[in-house]
């Protein structure tokens, strides 16, 4: 398991963004996160960030968008709670190149991403808002 933002681990952060303008204050090769959405502005952004070769994980909360998100190159697909285990499953079974990852308030919710068997963990101190 992947665990990102744990006080005894070094890590990557996460920027999260919400427009290409927005990408302009982060460093660079950062690695980028935001919801997935069919909106043209996020459609837009995605187009971009692929176009331009930045690494970006996506915020999913359906099988349907895990399975978009893997076929637009993210880097990581970020689940709820309540749709991680049927997500890392269809993950397993068509080899996604994306982790499976889950918001991690504390060590002590670390225990239900294990029992979930996701592939990584992310937590608050992981994440840094542009």
Do not use: W
């Not at 990557?12 to 996160?33: G, Q």
């Not at 331009?52 to 915020?59: T, Y």
């Not at 308030?105 to 937590?123: H, K, Q, T, V, Y």
């Amino acid at each position: 398991m992947i665990l990102f933002g744990h006080p005894l681990i070094p890590s990557e952060k996460f920027y999260r963004i919400d427009s290409i303008e927005a990408l302009l204050h982060t460093p660079s090769n950062a690695m980028v996160v935001f919801p997935f959405s069919s909106h043209p502005h996020y459609l837009a952004l995605m187009h971009h960030l692929r176009t331009n070769h930045v690494r970006f994980a996506l915020e999913i909360e359906t099988i349907d968008q895990a399975i978009i998100g893997e076929n637009l190159r993210a880097h990581y697909l970020i689940v709820q709670p309540n749709t991680g285990e049927a997500i890392q499953k269809v993950a397993e079974h068509y080899l996604f190149d994306a982790k499976i990852l889950g918001y991690c308030a504390d060590e002590s919710s670390l225990e239900s991403l294990i029992a979930m068997r996701l592939d990584g963990a992310i937590f608050p101190d992981a994440l840094v808002s542009v």
